[in-house]
């Protein structure tokens, strides 16, 4: 294990989760560091939750979930909120455009007692869920979030589950949001806003804004409500320098951790002020890749299904590192386990490549205009569905 030294000087302090239902200590859970890994579509399924657990850092959140389609019973939908072996606290991030659907999907986690916490999505870019009023477009319209993130609270809270948001910065540069929806969220009682520093527009274009979190934090500050940070956290000293910047009282980790799960470590290491960097060598990281596939081969049941999901993967896990001949074409056509671990075996050893690990990668898709649904600006009030609420819970 090759080690970078560095200069650091503080231990940051850990973040409270108020669980207060069975299992857990009077009070809640203590998140230290506190890391929070992103939910990610298609990566944070309970196999990769557990590699990024194993090195440390502190709440893993579940793929995003549809909140019609948890309450539908969907068989894929389910498998996706089925926590990994010790995993704790359970985490599930929660998706909807109407208050009553995430009422419902909520009673049902807490009646069936499928999550110690939930997070609620308004921060996804993507133009199908945008055309639809959905994720980063959501908050612009005031009255639909609040009442989406109050019938999350309200359903929550006799069963002991803390709620918390993600979200964007707004739109575009023309329609900010954070600052209101922010406040909203904290004044219905969210325990903490996390803070993805780009707009819906930007996708993941160019750099984030950190100071969007400096002012979210100062905005929410009476409230004693925290905020978290997120956008290019790339190695453990971007976190710190984050949390030193902004005033944030945490981190969310999303792009930085593909094909990199020792980031937490990495991260874990940063936030206790040590001052020895560890970086895998080659032969490292294909170990990492291999228990990657277990894991997944244990997770779908199948290992042609977890060997075409490993792909993706692989790629982010040899990024940087020289391979030779048509291997690296090889990977990307793996089909067992047997076939993998022959491929791994033909790699040379070589020191962790610093500046291309520790480089952006994953989506880096350019600024665009952000679909929306017919006349969505044109009135941020407008929101004809708060009665659907009082109508689902009997009068």
Same mark, same amino acid.
């Given at each position: 294990m090759?080690?970078n030294k560095i200069l ?8 409270? $989760?108020p669980i ?5 200590p009077?009070?809640?859970?203590t998140?230290?560091?506190p890391?929070?890994?992103a939910p990610?579509?298609?990566? @944070? ?7 990024c657990?194993e090195q440390?850092a ?5 793929e995003?979930? @549809?909140?019609r389609? $948890?309450?539908e019973?969907?068989?894929e939908t389910?498998?996706?909120i089925?926590p990994? !072996?010790g995993e704790s606290p359970?985490?599930? &991030? $929660?998706?909807? @455009?109407?208050p009553l ?5 909520v009673?049902?986690?807490?009646d069936?007692?499928l %999550? ?7 921060g =996804?870019p ?9 994720g980063?477009a959501?908050p612009?319209?005031r009255n639909?979030f609040?009442?989406?993130v109050?019938a999350?609270?309200?359903t929550a809270?006799? #069963?002991?589950i803390p709620?918390t948001?993600?979200?964007?910065v ?8 954070y600052l209101?929806?922010?406040m909203?969220?904290? &004044? ?6 996390? *803070?993805?520093?780009?707009t819906a527009a930007q996708?993941?274009?160019g ?5 969007t979190? @400096?002012r979210l934090?100062?905005h *929410?500050a009476p409230t004693?409500?925290p ?7 790339w190695s453990g ?9 902004t005033? =944030?009282?945490?981190?969310?980790v999303?792009?930085? =951790?593909?094909?990199r799960?020792?980031?937490f470590? +990495?991260?874990v290491r940063?936030?206790?002020?040590e001052?020895?960097r560890?970086?895998?060598? $080659?032969f490292?990281?294909?170990?990492v890749? #291999? ?5 997944l081969?244990?997770?779908?049941g199948?290992?042609?299904?977890a =060997?075409? +999901?490993?792909? !993706?993967?692989t790629a982010?896990?040899l990024?940087?590192?020289r391979v030779?001949?048509?291997l ?8 067992? *386990? ?8 033909q790699?040379v ?7 291309i690990?520790? %480089?952006?990668?994953g989506r880096?898709?350019?600024?665009r205009?952000v679909?929306?649904? &017919?006349?969505? *600006?044109?009135d941020?009030?407008e ?8 109508a689902?819970?009997?009068?």
């Amino acid at each position: 294990m090759v080690v970078n030294k560095i200069l650091l000087t503080k231990k940051i302090a850990p973040l409270h $989760l108020p669980i207060s239902n069975g299992g857990f200590p009077s009070g809640g859970v203590t998140i230290d560091p506190p890391v929070v890994l992103a939910p990610m579509a298609g990566i @944070t399924n309970a196999a990769f939750r557990m590699l990024c657990r194993e090195q440390g850092a502190g709440l893993f959140v579940s793929e995003m979930i @549809t909140a019609r389609a $948890l309450t539908e019973r969907n068989v894929e939908t389910l498998r996706m909120i089925v926590p990994g !072996k010790g995993e704790s606290p359970r985490s599930v &991030q $929660l998706y909807s @455009t109407k208050p009553l659907d995430i009422k419902n999907a909520v009673q049902m986690i807490g009646d069936e007692n499928l %999550a110690d916490h939930i997070d609620l999505n308004f921060g =996804c870019p993507v133009p199908k869920v945008t055309r639809n009023g959905g994720g980063a477009a959501l908050p612009y319209k005031r009255n639909l979030f609040a009442a989406i993130v109050e019938a999350a609270v309200n359903t929550a809270k006799p #069963f002991g589950i803390p709620v918390t948001v993600k979200m964007r910065v707004g739109i575009d540069d023309e329609h900010k949001t954070y600052l209101e929806a922010g406040m909203s969220a904290a &004044q219905i009682g969210v325990v903490w806003v996390a *803070l993805h520093a780009r707009t819906a527009a930007q996708f993941y274009e160019g750099k984030s804004d950190w100071s969007t979190i @400096t002012r979210l934090v100062e905005h *929410l500050a009476p409230t004693g409500v925290p905020v978290l940070g997120n956008g290019d956290i790339w190695s453990g000293n971007d976190g710190l320098a984050m949390i030193e910047e902004t005033g =944030c009282a945490g981190i969310v980790v999303g792009r930085g =951790c593909l094909g990199r799960p020792w980031l937490f470590a +990495d991260l874990v290491r940063a936030f206790n002020g040590e001052s020895e960097r560890p970086l895998p060598s $080659l032969f490292e990281v294909r170990e990492v890749l #291999f228990r990657h596939a277990e894991l997944l081969t244990e997770y779908f049941g199948s290992e042609d299904r977890a =060997c075409r +999901d490993l792909r !993706k993967h692989t790629a982010w896990y040899l990024k940087g590192f020289r391979v030779e001949g048509d291997l690296r074409a090889r990977f990307g056509m793996v089909s067992s *386990l047997v076939e993998l671990r022959y491929l791994l075996d033909q790699l040379v050893d070589a020191p962790y490549p610093e500046a291309i690990g520790d %480089a952006p990668r994953g989506r880096t898709s350019r600024s665009r205009s952000v679909s929306l649904p &017919q006349g969505w *600006l044109n009135d941020p009030d407008e929101f004809a569905e708060v009665s659907e609420v009082n109508a689902g819970s009997g009068g």
